[in-house]
Nanobody, 120 residues
């Protein structure tokens, strides 16, 4: 099975930045390279939503709410996906989950989540 471990969350002030990392283990490099990997978040009182993902071919999708502020990237050799978050807003607060899939959105493997809190 694929195991995903997120890191990099924390408490930041509005306008600040974070880099989230997700490392995959117990998976072949070629499987990770061909998979779509991405980030979802779940804000307090809301359902989990897609933030950004990137396909094995490099096509990237962002949620409208994060377009221009978040950047997703992947390092297939290290089996790691990153999310660079800039100009954080209070509405960005939530638990951020890493996902790796070959099936439909929302399927596949999930990490345990990392908390991001944006507050002054």
């Amino acid at each position: 099975q694929v195991q995903l471990v997120e890191s990099g969350g924390g408490l930041v002030q509005p306008g600040g930045s974070l880099r989230l990392s997700c490392a995959a283990s117990a998976a072949s490099g070629i499987i990770f390279k061909l998979s779509t990997v991405g980030w979802y978040r779940q804000a307090p009182g809301k359902q989990r939503e897609l933030v950004a993902d990137i396909t094995g071919g490099g096509r990237i999708t962002y949620a409208d709410s994060v377009q221009g502020r978040f950047t997703i990237s992947r390092d297939s050799a290290r089996k790691t996906v990153f999310l660079d978050i800039n100009n954080l807003e209070p509405d960005d607060t939530g638990v951020y989950y890493c996902n790796c899939r070959v099936g439909p959105p929302g399927s596949g493997y999930w990490g345990q989540g990392t908390q991001v809190t944006v507050s002054s």
